[in-house]
């Protein structure tokens, strides 16, 4: 069954995530995508069950997170940017004084982890780099053989070296089709690289919503990217077809423009040849661009 | 202060290294009171295994009532074992430092300091009034969101909060101008000033457990992701 969430609302004062469902099948990596400000980590904390008080619901493998809620967390691991444990603890400490909590936890598994990914297991967490606190926290999560990880920018500390591996260690996690990793960054390139889903959370003033969810496949199935002239960005964007372009970029020498994939043939009057030439797959980051900025002038 | 000073430099009871190591201590206890007192706080810790104060905490498999349950015997746990701490560091010390002024011991060697300095760091250990009004529990119920409560909570704790330093203050200036025979009657005053302190302390943690029945626990709103993060639409 994998992973439900369920019509999460959660509001603060002046900003609100609404209804966010989705289902995520065991197996996948979900990317959460949007701009800083959208409710990421938000959900993604509303999801660890940090917000008991939230509207909706979230299970993982029929144990819901409200009635549930220690088999649900018990099925859950974390791995975040910034560590959520004590930093006047070491990592062998964290293992026994958390590891209790947890039926399944190992704590053979977890020193040699600590061991492979050459984090110092005697040493106050305050003393480990940044990259070192994550690897840290991955082998925590290993150890207790969760079956859903939650990651909030867990890339943006490491170096590209480690980051690689780390991308390559999620899609071994997921392999065995047991496991579901829901991970957020700002890396886009690299979350595309990764993710077999996509959720794209859009701030509309202060209530953020999901914007698209689906697979990373269809998401990029559904747009183009026209490169062209400025001249032909002006007749685009003044012609009746206007309103089909999602947005663009205006600047000298070259342009170009996003279109919904079904929008390509009515824009086909408007365009040269050499235009139609350079119609392509549109990237994650360049939807997610556009569909924030609509038409901008560089 | 000079008069202090000669007063204490020809009281043939205080050497003047060990003047100078008392002040340097007591100055290093005012200011690093909080350093000092971690050893304590680790064993303590270690006992009571969850603080309750890290986001970890509340990402672990235990339901509210669990956590309350070990919230609140954390609390009871740890005014036993700071009373247990302060009454016996008192009456050690109080014996111990009075043998050591009233000239009982001759010398400076290091066996009879140790227990003033440890009686001295065990005075710090009023810290310890801290972990037992609740630091944690004051974590914890910050995460309300019932800004109300949260003030109300948080008033209590910083009452015994800054009771402490004063505290630590009023030492100070006790144990500077002390010589050989008022000593006993600064260690009464300071033995007077801890139980008080320590009573509102208590009393303290008997409100905030009763305010912890009545409050129920709301969200975690702790640190959140720094945004040193670039927008991500900013660099295409």
Known sequence: MGFICDGITKSYKDFRIEDIRFELPKGYVLGVIGRNGSGKSTLLNALLGLFPGMSGDAAIDGMSLKNSPKEYKEGLAFVLNTTPFSMLDTPKQIGLNYGIYYKSFSMETYCSLLKKYEVPANRWLSSLSEGQLVRQQIAFALAHDAKVLVLDEPAGNLDVAFREEFYRMLRTIVADGERTVICS?????????????????????????????????????????????????????????????????????????????????????????????????????????????????? | MRDIIRRQMNNN????????????????????????????????????????????DYMIPLTMKER?????????????????????????????????????????????????????????????????????????????????????????????????????????????????????????????????????????????????????????????TPSLIADATAGI
């Open chain 1, 185 to 298: 960054s700002h890396l886009m390139e690299e979350l595309e690289q990764i993710s077999d889903y996509i959720l794209y959370l859009k701030r509309e003033g202060e209530v953020s919503r999901v914007r698209y969810y689906g697979t990373a496949e269809e998401l990029r199935e559904q747009y183009r990217i026209i490169s062209c002239s400025a001249e032909a960005f002006e007749r685009l964007s003044q012609a009746e077809v206007a309103s089909e372009i999602v947005g663009g970029r205006l600047r000298e020498g070259h342009s170009e423009v996003l279109v919904k994939k079904e929008a390509i043939e009515k824009l086909g009057a408007y365009l040269t040849s050499e235009d139609r030439e350079s119609i392509r797959y549109a990237d994650l980051k360049e939807i997610m661009y556009y569909l924030e900025k609509g038409k901008v002038t560089a």
């Open chain 2, 13 to 56: 009871l205080c050497h003047p290294l060990f003047f100078a190591f008392k002040l340097a201590l007591m100055a290093g206890i005012i200011f690093f009171g909080g350093t000092m007192a971690i050893p304590f706080s680790v064993v303590l810790t270690a006992f009571s295994n969850i603080n309750f104060d890290t986001r970890a």
């Open chain 2, 68 to 224: 309350l349950g070990r919230l609140r015997l954390m609390v009871i746990y740890r005014t036993l074992v700071g009373t247990i701490v302060i009454v016996s560091a008192v009456l050690w010390g109080r014996y111990t430092t009075i043998s050591f002024l009233q000239g009982r011991v001759k010398d400076y060697s290091l066996w009879y300091l140790i227990p003033v300095v440890l009686f001295l760091f065990c005075l710090n250990a009023s810290t310890v009034v801290e972990q037992c009004e609740g630091v944690e529990v004051k974590h914890f119920v910050a995460y309300n969101a019932d800004g109300y409560k949260k003030r109300r909570f948080l008033s209590i704790s910083g009452v015994t909060y800054w009771l402490v330093y004063i505290y630590y203050i009023a030492l100070f200036v006790m144990f500077i101008s002390m010589d050989g025979s008022s000593g006993d009657r600064f260690l009464m005053k300071a033995g007077v000033f801890m139980i008080v302190t320590y009573a509102v302390a208590v009393l303290c943690t008997i409100v905030n457990i009763g305010l912890l029945r009545r409050i129920s626990i709301g969200d975690y709103h702790g640190t959140e």
